[in-house]
Protein backbone atom coordinates (compact mmCIF):
# COMPACT_ATOMS: atom_id res chain seq x y z
CA UNK A 1 0.00 0.00 0.00
CA UNK A 2 1.21 3.51 -0.89
CA UNK A 3 -0.15 6.36 0.29
CA UNK A 4 0.06 10.06 0.45
CA UNK A 5 1.50 9.86 4.07
CA UNK A 6 4.17 7.56 2.61
CA UNK A 7 3.20 4.30 4.05
CA UNK A 8 4.36 1.58 1.96
CA UNK A 9 4.49 -2.14 2.13
CA UNK A 10 1.62 -4.59 2.42
CA UNK A 11 -0.80 -3.47 5.18
CA UNK A 12 -2.19 -6.88 5.31
CA UNK A 13 -5.62 -5.44 5.77
CA UNK A 14 -8.41 -8.18 5.83
CA UNK A 15 -12.27 -6.94 5.77
CA UNK A 16 -14.13 -4.64 7.47
CA UNK A 17 -13.27 -5.88 11.08
CA UNK A 18 -9.94 -7.71 11.53
CA UNK A 19 -6.39 -6.53 10.01
CA UNK A 20 -3.83 -9.27 9.65
CA UNK A 21 -0.39 -9.30 7.82
CA UNK A 22 3.28 -7.99 7.94
CA UNK A 23 2.17 -5.50 9.86
CA UNK A 24 1.71 -8.34 12.84
CA UNK A 25 -1.16 -6.75 13.59
CA UNK A 26 -4.44 -9.15 15.02
CA UNK A 27 -7.96 -8.02 16.03
CA UNK A 28 -6.55 -9.25 19.56
CA UNK A 29 -3.71 -7.16 20.06
CA UNK A 30 -4.90 -6.30 23.92
CA UNK A 31 -7.01 -8.30 25.06
CA UNK A 32 -7.08 -6.45 28.53
CA UNK A 33 -11.21 -6.16 29.02
CA UNK A 34 -13.22 -3.50 30.50
CA UNK A 35 -16.86 -3.62 31.34
CA UNK A 36 -18.91 -1.18 30.20
CA UNK A 37 -22.34 0.26 31.80
CA UNK A 38 -24.18 -2.94 31.24
CA UNK A 39 -21.72 -5.14 32.95
CA UNK A 40 -20.50 -6.53 29.88
CA UNK A 41 -16.89 -7.18 28.79
CA UNK A 42 -15.35 -5.51 26.08
CA UNK A 43 -11.97 -5.85 24.52
CA UNK A 44 -9.46 -2.54 23.86
CA UNK A 45 -8.29 -2.18 20.54
CA UNK A 46 -5.99 0.35 19.34
CA UNK A 47 -6.70 2.70 16.21
CA UNK A 48 -3.44 3.86 14.00
CA UNK A 49 -4.05 7.08 12.58
CA UNK A 50 -1.72 8.14 9.71
CA UNK A 51 -1.38 12.12 9.93
CA UNK A 52 0.93 15.01 7.94
CA UNK A 53 2.47 16.92 10.03
CA UNK A 54 5.51 19.48 10.13
CA UNK A 55 7.42 17.51 13.14
CA UNK A 56 6.44 15.47 16.26
CA UNK A 57 5.45 18.78 18.17
CA UNK A 58 2.80 19.22 15.36
CA UNK A 59 1.84 15.77 15.42
CA UNK A 60 1.72 15.35 19.49
CA UNK A 61 -0.51 19.11 19.31
CA UNK A 62 -2.79 17.23 16.31
CA UNK A 63 -3.28 13.78 18.75
CA UNK A 64 -3.98 15.86 20.99
CA UNK A 65 -6.65 18.43 20.15
CA UNK A 66 -8.35 14.52 18.12
CA UNK A 67 -8.30 13.11 21.73
CA UNK A 68 -9.97 15.67 23.29
CA UNK A 69 -12.71 16.39 20.27
CA UNK A 70 -13.72 12.65 20.87
CA UNK A 71 -13.40 12.37 24.36
CA UNK A 72 -17.17 12.86 25.14
CA UNK A 73 -17.63 9.23 23.69
CA UNK A 74 -17.78 6.15 26.38
CA UNK A 75 -15.45 3.94 23.69
CA UNK A 76 -12.48 6.45 23.87
CA UNK A 77 -9.76 6.90 26.22
CA UNK A 78 -7.58 9.80 25.58
CA UNK A 79 -5.29 9.28 28.29
CA UNK A 80 -3.63 6.77 26.26
CA UNK A 81 -2.90 8.57 23.61
CA UNK A 82 1.04 8.29 21.88
CA UNK A 83 2.37 9.63 18.46
CA UNK A 84 5.42 8.00 17.33
CA UNK A 85 7.23 8.76 13.90
CA UNK A 86 6.18 6.79 11.00
CA UNK A 87 10.24 5.41 10.48
CA UNK A 88 10.55 4.60 14.11
CA UNK A 89 6.91 3.02 15.20
CA UNK A 90 8.21 1.31 18.32
CA UNK A 91 9.03 4.18 19.64
CA UNK A 92 5.93 5.84 21.78
CA UNK A 93 5.39 9.76 22.72
CA UNK A 94 2.87 10.39 25.20
CA UNK A 95 0.29 13.10 24.26
CA UNK A 96 -1.71 13.61 27.96
CA UNK A 97 -0.28 12.86 31.54
CA UNK A 98 -2.81 10.60 32.20
CA UNK A 99 -2.77 10.87 35.91
CA UNK A 100 -4.89 8.89 37.98
CA UNK A 101 -6.71 11.74 39.84
CA UNK A 102 -9.39 10.34 41.77
CA UNK A 103 -13.19 9.12 40.82
CA UNK A 104 -11.49 7.34 37.82
CA UNK A 105 -10.88 10.45 36.77
CA UNK A 106 -7.05 10.92 34.57
CA UNK A 107 -5.59 14.29 33.67
CA UNK A 108 -5.54 15.84 30.40
CA UNK A 109 -2.91 18.20 30.35
CA UNK A 110 -0.13 17.42 28.55
CA UNK A 111 2.54 14.88 29.18
CA UNK A 112 5.28 16.51 30.76
CA UNK A 113 3.35 19.61 31.80
CA UNK A 114 4.26 21.70 34.96
CA UNK A 115 1.40 22.62 37.84
CA UNK A 116 -1.03 20.38 39.06
CA UNK A 117 -2.60 17.93 37.07
CA UNK A 118 -6.70 18.65 36.07
CA UNK A 119 -9.53 16.50 35.14
CA UNK A 120 -10.13 18.93 32.06
CA UNK A 121 -8.47 21.66 30.46
CA UNK A 122 -9.89 25.51 30.59
CA UNK A 123 -10.69 27.16 27.41
Known amino acids: MTGS ?5 DAGMTG ?6 DAGVTGDAD ?4 ADVAGTS ?13 DLAGATELARTLGRSVSFLPE ?3 GETTVSEEDNQGVHHRVFCDR ?11 AAH ?3 CL ?3 AR
Open 119 to 121: PKV
Open 5 to 9: AGMTG
Open 16 to 21: DAGVTG
Open 100 to 110: LLGNGRRCMMR
Open 76 to 78: IDP
Open 31 to 34: VTGD
Open 114 to 116: VGA
Open 42 to 54: RQRYFLHLTVLAA
